[in-house]
């Protein structure tokens, strides 16, 4: 976000980030069988793909005041095509850690191509349509940006339809018959909230400066989890399982009525 922050983009990522851990925390509750709370159910998935639509969102929006304040500073293009596509391999390299974890842990589940992964390329991409449509007349850009949000989401409904038995198509939304992975967000139609992200910046943050005085949103818990959110998102999820897989077991020991099934999940 460069040297200044805008304290309502924490906020908001800040929110964004605190959903998924509520979810995650709400999965990893049935998933070492403490209780049933409906994971799978309707409202659920509104609630998970409402959390991950607003964090990708704000994905584009930071990626858009970040690319315009490096062009105001006057880097070129070669400095920026270094900068952005270091950071989406960085990110996409956080997410093969989670890959090997997983692959690990949960082999018949292990997380392919989820949250870290689409990031990486959701900031590469995003660059890549920020650099080509750099020269156009704002209302010509915010025009194709929306026509592009279209595109991806009527896309998204024939690659639904796909299968392929080759993993390398997973990033795209086409998945072998069976595929199961606890993350997976893949460019089609996930990329859409991203570049929906683009247009509010473009809409919010003209050249990456604040339109509205009055927009400032202040909450410092809430921006303090937005500006950690990639640490946040990272160990999160191994202290939440654990301690509710702990839970469990003590239960389980107390005759708390655990079936069993909770712990065949472990491969050891």
Do not use: C
């Amino acid at each position: 976000m460069g040297k200044e922050r805008f304290e309502e983009v924490d906020v908001i990522r800040g929110l964004a980030v605190l959903l998924m851990v509520t979810y995650h925390a709400i999965f990893d509750i049935q998933i070492v069988g403490l209780m049933d709370l409906g994971i799978g159910s309707l409202p659920l998935e509104v609630f998970a793909d409402v959390t991950a639509g607003t964090f990708f969102s704000v994905v584009g929006i930071s990626l858009y005041i970040s690319f315009s304040r490096t062009k105001r500073e006057g880097k070129n293009v070669n400095f920026r095509l270094r900068k952005y596509f270091s950071r989406g391999i960085k990110l996409i390299g956080w997410g093969a850690i989670v890959t090997v974890v997983t692959y690990f842990l949960f082999p018949d589940l292990v997380v392919l191509f989820g949250a870290l992964h689409f990031i990486g390329a959701s900031v590469i991409i995003g660059y890549t349509v920020l650099e080509l449509t750099e020269g156009l007349e704002k209302l010509h850009r915010i025009i194709l940006l929306i026509s592009l949000v279209i595109a991806v989401f009527l896309v998204s409904g024939e690659v639904r339809n796909l299968q392929s038995n080759n993993p390398f198509f997973l990033w795209l939304g086409i998945i072998p018959s069976g595929f199961q992975s606890l993350d997976y967000y893949p460019v089609f139609p996930w990329f859409g909230f991203v570049v929906s992200g683009l247009i509010l910046g473009e809409t919010i943050y003209p050249l990456g400066t604040r339109r509205w005085a009055n927009s400032r949103i202040k909450n410092s818990p809430l921006e303090f989890l937005g500006r950690h959110a990639l640490v946040v998102y990272f160990f999160h999820q191994p202290v939440i399982y654990l301690s509710t897989f702990l839970l469990a077991y003590l239960s389980d020991l107390e005759g708390g009525g655990l079936t069993g099934q909770a712990f065949e999940l472990f491969p050891w």
